[in-house]
């Protein structure tokens, strides 16, 4: 693809090979109208053959001119090209940006998660499927520099223009496909994995950035360790750790992760953006959500992580205050993780058009009360289960490490973790959106705990309760539970951590 700044206009083409699983005549790929297609052609050891293509709305329906059967192998070529969809408010409304860095010369990036990769490159626009691998090669005026996904082949020079070659060995979901160009310089370093192995680590920065990039890089090495320790290795490290300065927040492409932040650390000590982002490496890129309704599997624990991290660097108070940061955004409206096919926009907003942070805020929430039921033990066993099931792909490097989870998987994972039927846990937070109510009533020496569940489901959640300096834990067997006080006077605090989350306090 050839980038073209002066007049934001992109211009290339995508060759995809698939292999056919249905009988078929057509192949059907989605890119958005703005976009013209030049030609589609059929490659074959014998040369290019021109297909006959429709564009039908935002697709292109190509004619394969007879009907393909299962065990063929297809190599379709697009040549098109245009004026992308630039972004309204990247990277939550995307598509391209065109703008300058802090010197004045151009910065362009890509960010199309909310809104599709068919605003860019014909794809076949769902996460339920993604490509092996992808090759992707971008052509830039010198003296800018095309940052992108998986491993630098090699860059070729034109001599007005160079073009970067780069490679992803693995699967890839196709809004973290990205790409960044601005004359950037590096910051380069390798990591040594916990795995073992070596990882090339670079951090793409626009020139003004560079003396913050170079002394922020050895934080986000600790953020990468942390991670490293807590779900398993870095899934990419066949490809590269990499991190490029965007003109806008910040996202999760695979490998080259968007950085958008202004280098400071939150109240809790840490660069917070990169901190997420990175985590969707583990929650997002390895384990892949295919569907959007899935979607917290990505938001929700990554957001989680934070509230780890805050722990890991400030202790268990840290951690508390960080959650309770995020609580009162907690909106309640629809469920987490609804059954059935969503859109993104069904997940990001609700049905008033309103932003909707339930899947990142909530999602950390559930996790939060799920560690206080189960345990340390068992719930960190399931996060790294859920990262890697087992223990061979935590050494894979080929692409067998990525897979595509449910809400369901997750439920199977903390179950077996734990050893505790969960089924309860995952109706009342994830499948349907009110929040279970505390009811506390104290007569004399007795404290009785009762908890009103919405639509009558069960949810024998058990409650700590701090009676004397000590804390003990009430079982809550239907739903019920009574705690014997020592006087009628004794002081009483009702999970005053806020370990689960409910709809009054927590
Ligand atoms: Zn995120």
């Given amino acids: 693809m050839a980038i073209h700044p002066g007049e934001e206009r992109i211009a290339g083409s995508l060759t995809a090979r698939a292999d056919v699983v249905h009988p078929t005549s057509w192949f059907v790929q989605d890119l958005d109208e703005r976009l013209s297609v030049e030609s589609v052609a059929l490659l074959t050891d014998g040369g290019a053959k021109a297909l006959p293509f429709e564009r039908r709305g935002g697709q292109i329906w190509t004619d394969l001119e007879r009907t393909r059967q299962p065990g063929e192998r297809l190599t379709v070529r697009v040549r098109y090209g245009g004026t992308p969809r630039e972004a309204p408010r ?7 940006t065109w703008t300058e860095t802090p010197g004045g010369e151009p910065w362009i990036a890509s960010s199309v998660q909310v809104n599709g ?28 520099v095309a940052a992108s996904n998986g491993r630098l082949r090699r860059v070729e020079d034109n001599g007005e223009a160079r073009t970067y070659h780069w490679f992803v060995s693995t699967p890839i979901n196709n809004y973290g496909v990205a790409l960044n160009v601005a004359p950037y310089r590096t910051v380069d370093t390798t990591y040594a994995s916990t795995s073992g192995t070596d990882i090339p680590v670079t951090f793409w920065v626009v020139p003004a950035h560079y003396q913050q990039a170079e002394k922020r890089l050895p934080q986000f ?23 490029a300065e965007t003109p806008h927040l910040g996202m999760e492409h695979q490998t080259i992760i968007a950085y958008g932040s202004d280098f400071s650390n939150n109240e809790f000590g840490f660069d917070y953006l990169h901190h997420h982002e990175l985590g969707h490496e ?21 957001t989680y992580m934070q509230a780890l991290y805050a722990e890991e660097l400030g202790g268990r108070e840290a951690y508390h205050s960080y959650l309770q940061g995020s609580r009162g955004g907690i909106n309640n409206e629809q469920p987490v993780a609804p059954r059935g096919s969503r859109s993104t926009l069904e997940m990001y907003y609700l049905p ?19 560690r206080h039921l189960v345990g340390d033990e068992a719930f960190f066993e399931a996060l790294r289960r859920m990262a890697n099931p087992r223990p ?7 692409g067998r490490q990525c897979r595509f989870a449910t809400t369901d998987d997750f439920l199977r994972i903390a179950e077996a973790a734990s050893g ?27 404290l009785r705990l009762r908890w009103d569940a919405p639509e009558e489901l069960s949810f024998p959640m058990p409650v700590p309760v701090r009676v004397g300096g000590e804390t003990r834990r009430v079982k809550m067997k239907g739903g019920e539970g009574r705690l014997a006080l020592p006087n009628a006077d004794a002081e009483v605090q009702v999970d005053r951590k806020n370990w689960i989350l409910k709809a009054n306090g927590g």
């Avoid at 360790?225 to 066949?238: H, M, N, Q, S, V």
């Avoid at 061979?392 to 080929?398: F, M, P």
């Avoid at 039927?421 to 929040?435: G, K, M, N």
Wanted: proline share 8%.
């Fill in 420 to 446: 505790r039927e969960l089924d309860w846990f995952f109706e009342v937070y994830l499948r349907q959106p009110a929040l279970p109510r505390l009811v506390t009533e104290r007569s004399g020496d007795e």
């Fill in 352 to 370: 008033s058009g309103e932003g909707d942070g339930d899947i990142y805020s909530k999602g950390a929430w559930i996790l939060h009360s799920l």
């Fill in 392 to 398: 061979e792909l935590r050494r894979a490097t080929d």
């Fill in 221 to 243: 090495l600790d953020h990468l360790r942390f991670y490293e320790e807590t779900l398993g290795p870095y899934p990419f490290r066949a490809d590269k750790y990499g991190i």
């Fill in 117 to 144: 990769a068919d605003l860019w490159w014909p794809t076949k626009d769902h996460p339920s499927d993604e490509p092996d691998s992808m090759a992707l090669s971008f052509t830039v005026p010198r003296p800018l």
């Fill in 90 to 96: 990247p990277p939550w409304d995307g598509g391209f």
């Fill in 282 to 302: 583990w929650w997002g890129n390895l384990v892949t959500a295919a569907d959007w309704s899935d979607f917290w599997l990505h938001e929700g624990f990554c």
